[in-house]
């Protein structure tokens, strides 16, 4: 949730720098939009209200960082984040999937964000009630009768020391034992029976009927779930087992689901990210007047209108106002432009970005410079095998190379060309470790070892058995 120590733009763009290469301006309109959002929480209460989001258009083949940007600021803001589809709007018919579940789903994510993080709030608390349960299942617990003294006497004296102890308090020294070896790790491969929450078959599995949203029949069908008695079995676990299965149980018992809920709607209703992608595919491609397709098209862009504009949203929480919202959409418009959109649902995407083609040099940075860069995913894969890979800039700029060669001769699919030319360049190896490379093996990639191993995809003009 965005809080007084919120990135200035400056450090988004830097962050974003890190994952994603190129596309300064919109990494720049992100930053501002995300910025935006810490002042508008900061501005006078009156004003507030009045202060809505900048949408973003953005416009850019596949595969050059539109979606890569806007994962990475929903993350370095800490925010509930949804990627949709619009093509998927029109997949069953004119009216297709309800555009409302958008706003449902990023609900359902905020939701499961506050929860996990009120869970780790009381794992310590929880962890203490887990290992009562499973001392339970070791050694059932004796209750002390009430009044009753710690032994009977004998001999001379009757002292305490001359006594057996009760039932109860031999029973609790054996659990103090055992909860020791249990610390210990002793018990990991012991086999208790323990009680599991049993999840019972869903009710309502029909749609919504008329009259009645979605959101509303999911509160409904929480509602009866909850009146219902919670069904339970029986199940002989090891305590390893036992431990990881209770936890999450025991800690949903501590933590109030009603302040979660609230937490999340104001996380999402104040700070949520929708990227909607495939914006293009809904855009008209002819005249105003166009029939079939176009008016599906058409039909979905006016769902998406009141969501984009500001509406209030039933879910299964209660109901999200998406006038704060932050929507992102996304589109290669190859076939269409910008302007095929309805004008309303063009006015409310204010911002419109070009994100650039990637050119041989933008190849060359993203194998060598991010964070999370394919060379170094591989790298990471083959050190779990005790196998050094490097590769030296002289093989990263053939890569590069040829990975933009293939992007103009064939179709342009951006970044993405770069995962079927590594893939082509490194089956081999991958293959061969273990069994023929061993251990403690270095294998260093050349330039010389990329034409060797990619000489035929480059030669080859069809190159379709190479197209992912």
Known sequence: MLNDTFLTPAQIVAELDKYIIGQHDAKRHVAIALRNRWRRLHAPAEMQAEIVPNNILMIGATGVGKTEIARRLAHLADAPFVKVEASKF???GYVGRDVESMVRDLAEQSVNRVKARRQEAVKAQAADAVEELILDALIPAVPRPAGAKTGLGFGNGGGADDVPQSDAELNERTRERFRQKIKNGELEDRKIEIQVAQSGPSIGVMGAPPGMDEGTLSG??????????????KRKVTVAEARK????????????????????????????????????????????????????????????????????????????NTDHILFIAAGAFHVSKPSDLIPELQGRFPIRVELQSLTKEDFFRILKDPKNALTKQYEALLKAEDVELTFDDAALERIAEIASQVNAEVENIGARRLHTVMSRLLNDILYDVPDKIGPNARILITADLVNERLNEMVKNRDLSQYIL
Request: include cysteine; charged fraction near 30%; proline fraction near 3%.
């Open 90 to 92: 029109t997949e069953v």
């Open 220 to 233: 409904l069908q929480d509602m009866l779930g909850n009146m219902l008695p919670k069904k339970t079995r």
């Open 245 to 320: 299965l209770l936890l999450d149980e025991e800690a949903a018992k501590l933590i109030d689901m009603d302040e979660v809920k609230d937490e999340a709607i104001r996380q999402c209703e104040n700070a949520g990210i929708i990227f909607i992608d495939e914006i293009d595919k809904v855009a008209s491609s002819g005249g105003r007047n166009g029939g079939g397709p176009d008016v599906s098209r058409q039909g979905v862009q006016r769902d998406l209108l009141p969501i984009v504009e500001g509406s209030a949203v039933n879910t299964k929480y209660g109901i999200v």
